[in-house]
């Protein structure tokens, strides 16, 4: 802690015990960089300042300052929780870790660092970087992708806890991980704990935190059907299915089980996807190579075609000034704005 007091980074949400306030940064710093989240975080909350405006608030404009952050159910939850809260609750945030961890959307690591930092109770938390520290230091070989390891390394960080001062030794842990014992070159030469690393003694540091293989990554294949009726107009829908994604916005989607199609076999699939009902003029591949997102567990592999139509009476017609303003995956908003520019 003496090192936090020291070197810990200013972070906007370390200025604030507002339960609300701590909650919305915690949610949005995972899998994310605390200087990237800062950006969104200090957007988001200029937007709904208070639990009663995020309740308040339409899912989309949720979900469109959500865009870029990826991982859209976090979003989804936390406004379903503010929702609730509000509701339920008086729009006032519980004060105990077991109401608070079975909030939806919020597991242990999320209602720990909440009840610690906002109400002094002492709920260690287990993190990417807390992982990686101790399992450092003490040498701990458990693969921390497997199901005790959470236990295991709960803990030994709450061993280690200041329960005087639950909030701090757990946001100094956190950053002594994230900016000292980072993932690659560890500042090991100016480290307090060096006397004692295991991992540094013994000059394994890059073997820790030990990591369980995970089976292959699922590959997916995306064609996205961008249609133009020649006046700035297009068709999307939204994503329902509990997939990733759920509730963004999209062109309208043809999932293939394999990389390359000919034009003329996906135009069949077109063809019965819309029942023979639109004709078009041409259709266009605008991107040669897919381009390739990577998800925690899947890559998707995505092409854009275009297509002009001749005439389709469908109401489904969005302005591309609309169509701007819904919440969409990264990938389909990059290609909106080359393509739209
Ligand atoms: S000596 Fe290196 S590996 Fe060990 S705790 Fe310090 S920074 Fe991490």
């Not at 990826?70 to 936390?78: D, E, H, K």
């Not at 390394?153 to 001062?165: G, I, Q, R, V, Y």
């Not at 390739?292 to 592999?301: R, T, V």
Request: aromatic share 16%.
């Amino acid at each position: 802690m003496e090192w936090f007091y020291k070197n810990k980074r200013d972070f906007i949400w370390r200025r604030t015990k507002d339960p609300y306030r701590i909650w919305i940064s915690e949610i949005m710093l995972q899998q994310t960089r605390a200087s990237q989240g800062q950006t969104y975080y200090k957007k988001f909350i200029g937007i709904f300042p208070d639990l009663q405006t995020l309740a308040l608030a339409n899912q989309d404009k949720v979900l469109k300052l959500w865009q870029g952050l990826g991982y859209y159910s976090r979003a989804i939850n936390l406004h379903s929780t503010a929702r609730y809260l509000y509701n339920e609750y008086d729009g006032k945030f519980p004060k105990t870790f077991n109401e608070i961890i079975n909030l939806k959307g919020i597991g242990d690591y999320t209602a720990s660092a909440i009840a610690s930092i906002c109400f002094d109770i002492p709920e260690a938390v287990v993190d990417g970087n807390v992982y990686r520290f101790l399992s450092r230091f003490f040498g701990i070989s458990i693969p921390i992708n497997t199901s005790n390891a959470h236990r295991e390394f709960k803990k030994k960080a709450t061993e280690l806890m200041d329960f005087n001062n639950p909030g701090d030794f757990n946001q100094a842990i956190m950053e002594f991980g994230s900016i000292q014992c980072k993932p690659k070159n560890p500042l090991c030469l100016k480290c307090p704990f060096n006397d004692n690393c295991v991992a540094y003694k013994n000059q394994k540091i890059d073997l820790f935190p030990v990591k369980k293989k995970n089976s292959k990554l699922k590959k997916r294949y995306f064609n996205y059907f961008v249609f133009q009726n020649g006046e700035k107009k297009t068709i999307v829908e939204k994503r329902n299915e509990n997939d990733i994604w759920k509730n963004l916005f999209q062109f309208p989607l043809l999932e293939l089980p394999k990389l390359n199609y000919k034009k003329d076999e996906l135009l069949n699939q077109i063809r019965l996807k819309y029942n023979h009902k639109i004709k078009f003029e041409n259709l266009q591949l605008w991107n040669s190579k897919p381009i390739i997102q990577k998800l925690s567990h899947q890559k998707l592999h995505i092409f854009f075609w275009i297509i002009n139509l001749k005439k389709w009476n469908t109401k489904n017609w969005t302005t591309v000034d609309d169509l701007k303003k819904l919440p969409i995956p990264i990938a389909l908003q990059n290609f909106i704005d080359n393509f739209y520019n």
